[in-house]
């Protein structure tokens, strides 16, 4: 099995995501941190939580170990 995603490389793939309400890039705050066990039942090693600098809907994401979508809420 290769190496997981570092924090760096979560954390990109999450800003090359648009915001789900509003479609822009632009994001006020960004946070990526290891998932917990609940997260990581789904399959997550990071839970990233953003909040769009835009219209401001805050965002879940959760992302395995392969930088691939876990989930998104």
Known sequence: MAEPITRERAERIVRAHACENCGEYSYKRLVVKPADD?????????????????????????LDAEGDITYAS
Do not use: D, S, T
């Open 38 to 62: 609940g997260q990581r039942e789904m399959g997550a090693i990071w839970h990233a939580v953003k909040v769009c600098g835009v219209c401001g809907h805050e965002q879940e994401i959760g």
